[in-house]
């Protein structure tokens, strides 16, 4: 099955004021993160990537733009599923001001029963719904078209990604949380017909080893831990 290579967006503007941007229109990369993006597609350069897939929001899509310029064979393809989670009244507001609010301690301690309020809130249950789906339908598209072997690129939000590590773990929604991802790091999942594989969390170092290389047959975990084969 193809390596999907999970990007978080580099630094914004939200980020570096505190705020929860959610769909906030205007947010974009602050200079720390126009940076951050410069450095991933230099991270990325040696991998054979066959596909990009991004969050339509702004931020997405210019931590990318700079892999894209480098890699004029690649083409962008958006999906709404991977787009930031929609936190309905809370969006806009500064992250010191909403931890002081009684939903607070319940988004840090059961996610899963929190819907964030408004009009246009989402559930946090409904927000890994479709960003699991997403990136399941995707990467069975991605093998379709390119094979076993192929290496893919998702770029979207932490609350996203937290999300779909929760699912190839395993792991229930209340413990997303426990999950951390620095912006513009990668985060790598190889889905299997037996299990997802976590095969790198939240890094922000070199990447060289995901180049594809022979693996053994079959899709055992490996007893004693891997080989350094993947």
Partial sequence: MPTLLLVRHGRSTANSSGVLAGWSPGVSLDEQGEQQAK????????????????????????????????RPELSLRMDERLGECRYGDWTGRSLAELSKEPLWSTVQAQPSAVTFPGPDGESLREMSRRAVESVREWDAEIEREHGAEALWLVCSHGDIIKAIVADALGLHLDLFQRISVEPASVTAIRYTPVRPYLLRLGDTGELAGFAPRPRPEGDDAVVGGSTGTR
């Fill in 39 to 70: 450095g991933l597609a230099e991270r990325l350069s040696g991998l054979p990537l066959s596909a990009v897939v991004s969050s339509p929001l702004d931020r997405c899509r210019q931590t990318v733009a700079p892999l894209l310029a480098a």
